[in-house]
């Protein structure tokens, strides 16, 4: 039965960490097209 609930923890642990990892990039790409969307000619004069 301990196996188990380490087994459990364990994958727990794992998924978490993906989760984050996941997250963390999915963050990252939205900004970085944001930021690499070519801007309209309003955006670019500065008016």
Known sequence: MS?????????LSYLLTFAVIAVVS???GYIGVKIWKP?????????
């Open 39 to 47: 801007k309209t000619k309003e955006e670019s004069t500065g008016i």
């Open 26 to 28: 999915g963050i990252g």
């Open 3 to 11: 196996n188990l609930i380490e087994f459990i923890r364990m994958l």
